[in-house]
């Protein structure tokens, strides 16, 4: 197997637990018969959830991306998809499944190896494969480019329970009580001389997909059920944090993972969704028989196909898909969420924010300087960029990035989401404001408004006229990064060096009178000095949810 397909499923190592059988697609197992059954996806309010979104990671300019996932969950173990995904396209550049058992945290960092980013780690947590130490993957990325896998953004997913003792089909306790050997297998040990160390050996195969839950686990119609195999309906408790930093020049920054959690009716208690495992392998969707159509467990353009520009023109899919593309957050994950397409205008439902506001400063007395990140994680399931064409192909169905709203660059590299130059406003510290005709993009045709090209875009705050080559000031960006000269008037190059911005995330759909939904948009404000000691700070965007 090639290094490249390695690094994305990391499927060829997967031996090393001793797992065998032919591998089958991902599934969808209904939490129809859960006791809770979660209906509504929302962002928490306390920073732990089923889903977890990390807006920004970077390996350029000497960066390296820390990452800390922690199961707060007490009682039970979890079953995670990790997936890095890369700034330009949301290409999967990095994906493995994780086993967290109550209480664990697993920890890794991406650096930059020779022009590629990396993953290490030390961490005795369960994975499949057994060693997830590999190169980002470039099969995936526009020609092939190591340099389109060291920035982007994180998905984390729980697509199961790992309870102590088997679940019945409801998601409670089987009785009698049966011990979990899934389970025992990932929980570290509490004594002895593998004392913190889990049993990975010990799992059972996981190369065949699950089907249902069983009314008895410990003598099912199908050895495959997801509750004979130890799994049961994700509840959630993830949480995350992530950290940016730069040892060369002293500089780091933190933040805490986006989470949304699945509850009923949005009340925003975690309750249980459905079941979303799928093999860890790079077999062929479908090849041990199972039903699952792709259409049915994903809504990406270019896994599932979708519709050129003019809205009707089909495409055919241009990738083809393999088990370690599922699930994905689009694949469907609470009640009354029949298609992917459903899920995905839910997820960016519950991200959706009418504008995006923060500071910036960029005096030069203090040699401070400011980026902005804007990381769209639910854009990959409306639109994508397929290379070969190469040309945008849309989701149909999708609500929040369409080809009125979405389109592909002049230099067909990147899909960019427009807004209109009214849509941005700006001020310095004592209230004075853009005046008519202010500001300036960087690069970008004079007198158009601010786009958002790219899945995770980098806004630099008066960084000049950047060249080919250039890279913001704080971060290091090169993918997907533009400057803003916040100028007091036109035809001036005089600028408010501090202050603070307002961009309108304007979406309307439908008829007269026409719907604002907003956009799904998530990132911060990162702030530096750029002194000797490069200290710096870091700002979330505040947001004006949708759906709150």
Same mark, same amino acid.
């Given at each position: 197997?090639?290094k490249n397909?390695?690094?994305?499923s990391?499927?060829?190592?997967?031996g090393?637990?001793?797992?065998?059988g032919v591998?089958?697609a991902?599934?969808?197992?209904?939490n129809?018969?859960?006791?809770a059954?979660?209906?509504?996806l929302?962002v928490?309010?306390?920073?732990?959830g089923?889903?977890?979104?990390?807006p920004?990671?970077s390996?350029?300019n000497?960066?390296?991306?820390?990452?800390?996932i922690?199961?707060?969950d007490?009682?039970?173990g979890?079953?995670?998809?990790?997936? =890095?995904?890369g700034?330009?396209?949301s290409?999967?550049?990095y994906d493995?499944? #994780?086993? #967290?058992?109550?209480g664990?945290?697993?920890?890794?960092?991406v650096?930059?190896n020779?022009?590629?980013?990396t993953?290490?780690t030390?961490d005795n947590?369960?994975?499949l494969?057994?060693?997830?130490?590999?190169?980002?993957?470039?099969?995936?990325?526009?020609?092939?480019?190591a340099?389109?896998?060291r920035?982007?953004y994180?998905?984390?997913?729980?697509?199961?329970?790992v309870p102590?003792n088997?679940a019945a089909?409801?998601?409670?306790?089987f009785?009698?009580a049966?011990?979990?050997?899934?389970?025992?297998?990932?929980?570290?040990?509490?004594?002895?001389a593998?004392?913190?160390?889990?049993?990975?050996?010990?799992?059972a195969?996981?190369t065949k997909?699950v089907a249902?839950?069983d009314a008895?686990?410990?003598?099912p119609?199908?050895?495959?059920?997801a509750n004979?195999?130890?799994?049961?309906?994700?509840?959630?408790?993830?949480?995350?944090?992530?950290?940016?930093m730069n040892?060369s020049?002293a500089g780091?920054?933190?933040g805490?993972?986006?989470?949304?959690?699945a509850?009923v009716?949005? +009340?925003k208690?975690?309750?249980q969704?459905n079941?979303?495992f799928?093999p860890q392998?790079?077999e062929?969707?479908?090849a041990g028989?199972?039903?699952?159509?792709?259409?049915a #467990?994903t809504?990406?353009?270019?896994?599932?196909?979708?519709?050129?520009d003019?809205g009707?023109?089909?495409?055919?899919p241009?990738?083809?898909?393999v +088990?370690?593309?599922?699930?994905?957050?689009s694949?469907p994950y609470?009640?009354?969420v029949?298609?992917?397409?459903?899920?995905a205008?839910? #997820?960016?439902?519950?991200?959706?924010?009418l504008s995006?506001?923060?500071e910036?400063?960029t005096?030069?007395s203090?040699?401070?300087?400011? @980026?902005w990140?804007?990381?769209?994680?639910?854009?990959?399931?409306?639109?994508a960029?397929?290379?070969?064409?190469?040309?945008?192909v849309?989701?149909?169905?999708a609500?929040?990035f369409?080809p009125?709203?979405?389109k592909?660059?002049?230099?067909?590299?990147?899909i960019?989401?427009?807004?209109?130059y009214?849509?941005?406003? =700006?001020? @310095?510290t004592s209230?004075q404001?853009?005046?008519?005709?202010?500001?300036?993009?960087?690069?970008?045709p004079?007198?158009?408004?601010?786009s958002?090209?790219?899945?995770?875009?980098?806004?630099g705050?008066?960084?000049g006229t950047f060249a080919? @080559?250039s890279?913001?000031?704080v971060?290091?960006a090169?993918?997907?990064?533009q400057?803003?000269?916040?100028v007091k008037?036109a035809?001036?190059t005089?600028?408010?060096?501090?202050?603070?911005?307002?961009i309108?995330?304007l979406n309307t759909?439908?008829?007269a009178?026409?719907?604002?939904n907003g956009?799904?948009?998530i990132?911060h404000a990162?702030?530096?000095a750029?002194?000797p000691?490069?200290?710096?700070?870091?700002?979330?965007h505040r947001?004006?949810?949708? +759906?709150?």
């Open positions: 197997m090639k397909v390695l690094a994305v990391i499927a060829a190592m997967i090393g637990l001793g797992f065998a591998a089958s991902g599934n969808v197992i209904s129809a018969g859960a006791v059954v979660a209906n509504d929302s928490s309010t306390d920073g732990t089923h889903i977890l979104l990390v920004y990671f390996t350029q000497g960066n390296v991306s820390l990452l800390n922690t199961n707060t007490q009682v039970n979890k079953a995670v998809k990790l997936r =890095y995904r700034a330009a396209n290409d999967d550049v493995i499944t #994780l086993f #967290l058992s109550p664990d945290m697993w920890s890794a960092n650096s930059n020779n022009g590629i980013s993953l290490t030390n947590s369960c994975t494969p057994a060693s997830v130490n590999a190169d980002f993957s470039t099969a995936r990325v526009r020609g092939g480019d340099g389109q896998t920035e982007g994180i998905e984390i997913l729980n697509v199961a329970d102590k088997l089909d409801d998601g409670t306790e009785s009698p049966t011990a979990n050997p899934l389970y025992a297998a990932i929980k570290h040990a509490t004594s002895g593998n004392l913190g160390v889990p049993n990975c050996a010990a799992i195969d996981q997909d249902d839950m008895d686990p410990t003598a119609a199908d050895v495959n059920a004979a195999r130890g799994y049961s309906f994700p509840t959630g408790g993830l949480m995350a944090n992530w950290f940016v040892l020049k780091s920054f933190t805490e993972a986006t989470a949304l959690v509850s009716g949005g +009340n208690v975690p309750a969704a079941i979303v799928s392998d790079g062929a969707q479908g028989g199972s039903a699952a159509a792709i259409g #467990l809504a990406d353009p270019l896994l599932a196909g979708g519709v050129e003019d009707v023109t089909v495409v055919a241009t990738i083809p898909a +088990n370690f593309d599922f699930p994905d957050l694949t609470v009640a009354g029949a298609t992917p397409t459903a899920q205008n839910m #997820l960016s439902g519950a991200l959706a924010t995006v506001t923060n910036y400063m005096s030069p203090v040699s401070f300087a400011t @980026d990140t804007f990381s769209m994680p639910s854009r990959r399931y409306n639109v960029l397929d290379y070969t064409a190469p040309q945008a849309y989701n149909a169905g609500i929040y369409r009125d709203n979405a592909l660059s002049t230099d067909k590299t990147q960019c989401v427009t807004s209109k009214a849509d941005l406003q =700006y001020y @310095d209230e404001g853009k005046a008519a005709g202010g500001y300036v993009i960087s690069p970008q004079a007198g158009q408004g601010l958002f090209c790219g899945e995770t875009s980098v806004l705050f008066n960084q080919a @080559d890279a913001t000031t971060l290091g090169l993918i997907a990064r400057s803003i000269n916040t008037a035809k001036t005089e600028a408010y060096t501090d202050g603070w911005m307002s309108q995330t759909t439908g008829a009178p026409a719907v604002n956009l799904p948009i990132g990162f702030v530096k750029m002194g000691t490069s200290l710096g700070g870091i700002f979330k947001t004006n949810l949708v +759906n709150k």
